[in-house]
């Protein structure tokens, strides 16, 4: 059931669902949100002041599943055994090049109402802009270089911020975003290790295998909920022009020099129970073989693109001739916006379906910075996580039926990190994670769009099995 109702400014996210909606089995609330890495607690009349200072760090939306029962939080006698098992479920997702926030709504809803309705818990997911995407393109101290350890970078203080420094359950990503996720385990991996070495010499090193119940996860006391329906669309966690009609977003307003004053972000406890990487591929791409219809090439194609442009149909109309699908067309057409990324908000609305406006349409995303992005995605490499996964956590691997994103060599150095990991965990199982491989059907490249049903009946069985605290590696 989901509550149709407005919520004000509360306290915090578990006091607003409380007051609005206590009669409910399970809410669903899409939230927008601005991320600042420089002021995690914003006071509420900074909150409601407009101001033309820059945004920092990266911009996300958010999605909370309420489940029936007792309250993440909530006081018991059990102490901390019920608050572990009251612990919401909490999940990060990341696009794919060129894309947005804006391509994980739909699904993460679904997934999200399910994942609640499996596990009799609380769902929160993070769906974040990556840098030079979407409204985190013009967020101020995202600086080159723009590369794969950046990217896992900007997304890992993210998760600090809002998770208290917990990884998440589940983290998840899209072709350039399945690599970021990649390199955000290999970072996180590296952490976990440098902690362990430090409690070692204090005496408090905990042995692989050991869990730890952890503290309830609720979203800083900075947080204004944006609420909207399934069928609507959220507005933008960076938009600092809130409708007249909606709720006012979370605005995060920060300096680059308030930036660098930021006390440090608490460490990482435990490393994310799953890992999905989503028709992203794991080794080098040499240019020579990529796909016809890869971002590469439509990089190329978009510098070449006169704009402003005065609405959609123009670009569909110019991609036609350079044999660029509708489909694919109609996607990219999505990251034009009135302004481009230093004008509207890339969540607002454009005019009509053509993106008819009477302002001129431009790019949302940083285009120089995507396509340095792309270079570090093709000269990176992640076989190794693919072969001997850190252990307690799951790596899945999923490839579209019908992308044209894999060559047969390709697939042959799949099937080889395969076995790899077969050997690797024979020998020693307790030093291993676990590798699953998944063919989705009816799919190309963009599994969530071309078959998002298929997709969630994938991922949904995983959901039930994610532990109800965090595994200390």
Known sequence: MVHHSSVQLLPSLTHALRAAAPACNAALWCCSRAFSSST?????????????????????????????????????????????????????????????????????????QDAAARTNRDVRMLLVDLRCHGDSASRYGLHPPHS?????????????????????????????????????????????????QQQQAAG???????????????????????????NTTTSSSSSSQASSSSLPTAAANATDAVASSQLPQPPFRGLPQQVWVLDSQPGT????????????????LIHQIPTPLPNRQALYKYLEPKGIPLPVAQWLGTSLVPGGRW???????SGNGNGSSDQQLDWVFDITGAAALY??????????????????VVVHLVRGELSDRWTSHMLQQLADAEAKWQEASSEAPENVGELQLHVLEKAGHWLQADNPEGLAALMSPWLKDLHQARLLW
């Open 40 to 112: 995690p607690h914003l006071q509420q009349q900074q909150q409601q002041q407009e101001t033309a200072e820059p945004l920092t760090g990266l911009a996300f939306d958010e999605v909370f599943v309420q489940q029936g029962g007792p309250y993440a939080g909530s006081s018991s006698s059990n102490g901390s055994e019920d608050q572990a098992i009251q612990e919401p479920i909490t999940a990060v997702f990341l696009h794919g090049l060129l894309g947005s926030s804006r391509n994980w709504r739909s699904f993460s809803r679904k997934l999200a």
């Open 148 to 196: 794969m350890a950046a990217a896992a970078n900007d997304v890992a203080q993210l998760i600090k911020q809002q998770l208290g420094g917990q990884a998440p359950h589940l983290l998840a990503g899209l072709s350039l975003g399945g690599k970021v996720a990649l390199q955000l385990l290999k970072q996180m991996v590296e952490e976990e290790e440098q902690q362990q």
């Open 204 to 230: 408090q090193y905990h042995h692989h295998g050991m869990y730890e119940a952890a503290p309830p996860i609720s979203p800083p006391e900075d947080f204004k909920l944006s609420c909207s329906l399934p």
């Open 285 to 300: 791409v040499p240019l020579d073989v990529d796909a016809p219809t890869s971002v590469g090439k439509i990089i190329q």
């Open 343 to 349: 004008g509207s908000s890339s969540s607002s609305s």
């Open 375 to 392: 270079n570090s995605y093709r000269l990176s490499s992640y076989w190794d996580v693919l072969t001997q996964p850190p252990p307690g």
